[in-house]
């Protein structure tokens, strides 16, 4: 493969030793079809993580209930013993029922049984950063997260966890925990034309805080768009590229994590991180903000 010539540049986690390069890399897309049990080629998806850590992405985003524990084993596989510098996040907060549900799990015991099951499928003994999911499936809901983030904030302290971080929350949420512990990375849902969070972006950024957005180009109904589409054509890229390269240059606290399970959609991902989108381009793209979903 041909390695882009960055990835984004890189990003420092404010207070910590943790430097990544803006363009990750997230595992949801290991596992099976509803991201149930096993891929369909277990050895794509290892040569997937590998390719990806060998061009330099050193951001792997994953949970222990991808699969469930499907995704995590496979990165196991593939990349065990980590390469220095390697920063694995993972994310508690839910649970698979066998219907392939998915279903909030906040109780002390499921925080606790969560992080031990990271723990052992990744072969690791201290998680890098755990993000405390929390939230409806694609937007946040405001409610008191003090009793979750507490428990793993004890975790943290009997040296399990190295870092946290919070998924699919509010700014009242997200400075709530502040008083609980430090909080180097949120996780929400964003992209060109879902931009609810631009404020939140800017302000955690002054911070120094990470902002990992999922769904870069619309989750689970692509966003269909005349304006992406045209952009992209000007350029030369896909729609996805576009919709990644739009992110990297909307804030400068933006790590991306988009996932595949595919080599060759993982290369044409990386590319986009060397992606410089014209003005002209940016002004086209920030015009669709606020459109819904096809």
């Not at 910590?16 to 897309?29: I, L």
């Not at 998924?167 to 502040?178: G, I, L």
């Not at 849902?189 to 955690?204: H, T």
């Not at 390269?245 to 991306?256: D, F, G, K, T």
Request: with cysteine.
């Amino acid at each position: 493969m041909m390695t882009p010539t960055n990835l984004g540049g890189s990003f420092t986690f404010a207070n910590t030793s943790m430097r990544v390069n803006r363009m990750g890399y997230g595992a949801m897309q290991l596992a099976g079809p509803q991201v149930w049990g096993p891929p369909r080629d277990r050895e794509e998806a290892v040569r997937v993580l590998q390719e990806a850590t060998e061009a330099g992405v050193n951001h792997i985003d994953t949970s222990d209930y991808y699969g469930p524990h499907v995704t995590n084993q496979i990165i196991k596989q593939a990349l065990h013993p980590y390469a220095d510098g390697v920063v694995i996040v993972t994310k508690v907060g839910a649970r698979r029922g066998p219907d392939k549900s998915w279903i909030q799990a906040l109780s002390r015991q499921d925080l606790i049984d969560a992080i031990h099951d990271n723990l052992r499928n990744l072969g690791l003994d201290k998680l890098d950063v755990v993000n405390l999911r929390v939230g409806d499936v694609l937007k946040p809901s405001e409610g008191s997260i003090e009793e979750p983030l507490t428990v793993l904030a004890e975790l943290q302290r009997q040296g399990l966890i190295r870092h946290l971080g919070l998924s699919n929350v509010t700014p009242r949420q997200f400075a709530d925990a502040q008083k609980i512990s430090e909080i180097v990375c949120v996780q929400n849902f964003f992209n060109v034309a879902q931009r609810d969070d631009d404020a939140f972006v800017e302000e955690l950024a002054e911070q120094g805080v990470a902002y990992v957005p999922f769904f870069p180009l619309g989750g689970f109904s692509p966003l269909q768009s005349s304006e992406l589409d045209a952009v992209a054509a000007s350029v030369g890229a896909t729609p996805m590229q576009v919709a990644l390269a739009w992110l990297l240059q909307h804030a400068s606290n933006i790590l991306l994590i988009p996932g595949t399970s595919s080599v060759k959609h993982l290369r044409e991902n990386l590319q986009a991180a060397a992606l410089q989108l014209p003005p002209e381009a940016i002004a086209k793209l920030d015009s669709i903000a606020g459109r819904r979903l096809a």
